[in-house]
């Protein structure tokens, strides 16, 4: 009997799919549309291998599996994939789980592990090799090679093809064991070696390696290869869309061969949708990359901010929302191309603009004397903590007869339209009086070394006076102010054209970093670890919290003021 509130609920659903443009919510509408899944259900996973930190593409990806699961009220897991015990360690376990909670990824009780699955994994060999669908190879790495094929070229079958299947579950059992040395035999799919897909060309599922696995209880001598685990571990799950990045595409007709192959799977297999990677200009991602620059200490450990390791951004001053609305800006499509990094900076300035107190730090100090001020008075002045957002309330910072304003602030030979100050220009102090310039004090050499300036009393900020200036400059009282180390920063890798394994190293840039002191009110000195604040005219600023200490303040540039990406409408 057809139900009348059912076809109410498709003919909306119908009318949804039309209207959507996101390729992936289409493809799972229509299989819900189809009844693909029991009870219309989605489940998503993301699947990291536990052998680095993650990075920004990495937050696109499990982004995109959580808020997929959220979308249609299904189930999201978090698995690690650790099948390869070489390169896998706890240390990336517990960054990979900070680093997901941090974004506002929440798996509660669906923590998995690819190794739980081993013993399931090793059976399904066996019934593939029972199946007549599997078999013991005993070719060399280079002859496997060399028995391939190329792209224009079918490959040949091994010689081991054909074993009887007694004897290659006898050489599994063997090999399952540890009675065969490591690279002497591997287990592969028996599928077509003239495919022009060269991921069907018989592709290894097991090998041997006689390597203790980080987290089993159990001794396995054999491990199975990614794409023949994947598609095991997401069907043990339950998992209904498998969403990969568009690298795993040639690699979805295996994961079809798998669950078809095998009977626990034949019913509801999950499916494999493929999604363009993220890739940044002026950016180096890739584990592999990564690991090299942490391992040869050309960058100061995975949360180095100069890396997009989502560490990395989390220590430099990123935050979670500022990076979740970038990622939901992108969107999904399927194919690479490159994103401007300039657009990941806008939405942190964006996200920063209402959230951060605007104080005031004064990088290349030049000394203001204020002749006429009193020499044993200091006043306190009231200043807002972001003119933009007055919730955020206000503060108070010192003033006296001797500040601090920013060499960049003042020019002997004012250029023509500079408002600033120069000899016999009235500026208006931020928050405090107008001064004006009366004369200029050098050094033996030269150089400037102090202004002797006069204040007007009747110009206090907020005591009505009705006279205008053109030019307003921050600045700190001499007395009061603190001395700190400030990270400014530049990106990583400025020529991103041809980048590869072998150029890399050669494309870093040598002054990304640059460690200057700057002089800051006192309302600043009491940032804690991972606050985030707008220094006047000097970009915004998170306290590092990794040289950080009880006496002594770091602050890490998070990004300048000026952006040179907009949005389109």
């Not at 040395?181 to 060269?198: C, F, Q, T, V, Y």
Request: charged fraction near 30%; aromatic fraction near 10%.
């Amino acid at each position: 009997m057809v139900i009348l509130g059912d076809i109410k609920n498709r003919r909306k659903l119908m009318e949804t799919i039309e209207k959507k443009t996101n390729f992936i919510t289409n493809a799972i509408d229509h299989d819900i549309l189809n009844k693909v899944y029991t009870d219309d259900r989605v489940h998503t996973r993301f699947p990291p291998e536990p052998n680095g930190y993650l990075h920004i593409g990495h937050a696109k990806a499990s982004l995109l599996n959580y808020r997929i699961a959220q979308q249609y009220h299904g189930k999201f897991n978090l698995r690690f994939d650790d099948t390869n015990p070489i390169k896998e360690d706890t240390e990336y376990i517990d960054s990979i789980k900070e680093d997901l909670s941090w974004l506002g990824i929440k798996w509660d009780d669906r923590l998995f592990f690819a190794s739980s699955y081993f013993s399931q994994m090793a059976d399904y060999a066996v019934e593939l090799i029972k199946k007549g669908l599997a078999f013991v190879d005993q070719l060399s790495a280079e002859e496997l090679r060399q028995f391939r094929g190329t792209l224009t070229e079918p490959g040949k079958e091994s010689p081991f093809r054909n074993r009887s299947i007694e004897a290659n579950l006898e050489l599994f059992e063997l090999m399952k064991a540890g009675k065969l040395p490591e690279g002497s035999h591997i287990l592969r799919a028996k599928i077509d070696m003239s495919s022009p897909n060269m991921n069907m060309r018989d592709p290894a599922i097991y090998r041997i390696l006689h390597t203790k696995h980080h987290s089993t209880s159990e001794d396995w001598y054999i491990y199975p290869m990614y794409d023949y685990a994947h598609p095991i571990e997401d069907a043990i799950e339950g998992v209904t869309h498998s969403l990969c990045t568009l690298e795993f595409e040639d690699h979805r007709p295996f994961y079809d061969w798998v669950l078809s192959h095998l009977d626990d799977f034949k019913k509801e297999p999950p499916r494999q949708i493929e999604f363009a990677k993220l890739n940044l200009t002026k950016t180096i991602v890739g584990k592999r990359f990564l690991k090299q620059l942490v391992d040869d200490k050309i960058v100061d450990g995975w949360d180095d901010p100069r890396l997009a390791t989502i560490s990395g951004l989390r220590r430099r001053g990123f935050t979670p929302e500022s990076i979740q609305a970038f990622c939901e800006a992108i969107g999904v499509a399927k194919t690479n191309s490159t994103v401007d990094i300039a657009m990941l900076e806008h939405f942190i300035r964006d996200d920063l603009k209402l959230k951060a107190p605007r104080l005031m730090a004064v990088v290349e100090p030049l000394k203001v004397t204020i002749t006429n001020y009193p020499n044993d008075q200091t006043e306190w002045v009231e200043l807002p903590l972001n003119q933009e957002n007055p919730e955020l309330g206000s503060y108070t910072t010192p003033f006296s007869r001797e500040i601090l304003i920013d060499r960049t602030d003042f020019m002997e030979v004012p250029a023509k339209k500079y408002f600033r100050l120069y000899p016999g220009n009235e500026v208006r102090l931020r928050g405090a009086y107008f001064i004006t310039c009366q004369e200029v004090i050098k050094d033996t050499d030269g150089n400037v070394i102090e202004l002797k300036c006069t204040y007007d009393p009747a110009t206090k900020s907020g005591g009505g006076c009705e006279r205008k200036v053109k030019g307003t400059i921050h600045w700190v009282d001499a007395s009061h102010a603190s001395e700190v180390e400030l990270h400014l920063y530049d990106y990583l890798i400025e020529d991103d054209a041809g980048l590869n394994k072998d150029n890399f190293l050669e494309r870093i840039n040598p002054n990304s970093l640059k460690v200057v002191k700057a002089y800051l009110e006192p309302e600043l000195m009491k940032a804690k670890a991972y606050e985030k604040f707008q220094f006047i005219r000097n970009g915004f600023f998170s306290v590092d919290p990794k040289y950080t200490t009880a006496t002594t303040l770091v602050f890490n540039q998070i990004v300048s003021l000026k952006s040179s990406w907009k949005p389109t409408n």
